[in-house]
């Protein structure tokens, strides 16, 4: 695997997840903690981006009032609804300070759904960069992370989930999702051998 066409996808790393007082932390926290998440995800861009890696956040955000959903009377997008999470320009939205940034990450706007490809320029970005290994972590494991990394299959890049840098809101689910749905549509690896085989190529 090449650092130079490789890209980190980093779906929603926001205090709304991540952070103690986020809407859904206290339903995250627990795999968050299972995993080390959090620590694994910045150990692997650290030294991902060293190597020549493309870092890319994807954030997700909505005005006030969630003009941007339907109304729902089901599911996850109702859920960040009613919970008032993701709100553009609040403490819950912002990008985790548990992550390392640097000035040459590239953050795309626009996700407002479950796909992070579906309403954002992430497929021009990477297109852009020259990218074919697309690497996935982040939030939820079996609902945007999935989602993504679907979409990224069909589109024809070569795609990693990386197990141990994606949390959701039980062990049953990331375990499901690990062992059952993500191997159709991705090599999973956890972050140390992702950054294995990127040292060794």
């Known amino acids: 695997m090449h650092p130079h066409n490789t890209a980190i996808v980093l779906i929603e790393y926001q205090n709304d997840f991540t952070s103690p007082g986020g809407v859904f932390h206290d339903a995250v926290k627990g795999v968050m903690q299972s995993s080390n998440m959090l620590a694994n995800t910045a150990t692997t861009i650290e030294q991902a981006r060293k190597l020549g890696v493309t870092i890319i956040h994807m954030p997700i955000h909505f005005a006030e009032g969630y003009p941007e959903l339907t109304t729902r009377s089901y599911g996850i997008l109702k859920g960040v609804s009613d919970g008032h999470a993701f709100l553009a320009g609040s403490w819950g939205a912002e990008i985790t300070d548990a992550l390392p940034r640097d000035p040459v990450d590239i953050v795309i706007e626009g996700k407002r759904g479950l796909d992070a490809f579906a309403t954002t320029g992430l497929d021009l970005v990477l297109r852009n960069n020259g990218i074919q290994n697309l690497v996935v ?11 993504t990394v679907r979409s990224g299959y069909e589109k024809g890049y ?30 999973t690896l956890q972050h140390s051998a992702f950054l294995q085989a990127l040292n060794a190529g």
């Open 137 to 147: 972590a982040g939030f939820l494991t079996n609902c945007c992370v999935e989602g």
């Open 158 to 187: 070569d795609v990693v989930t990386l197990t141990d840098c994606t949390a959701t809101f039980s062990d049953e689910q990331q375990h499901a999702a690990e062992q059952f749905t993500l191997p159709m549509f991705s090599q």
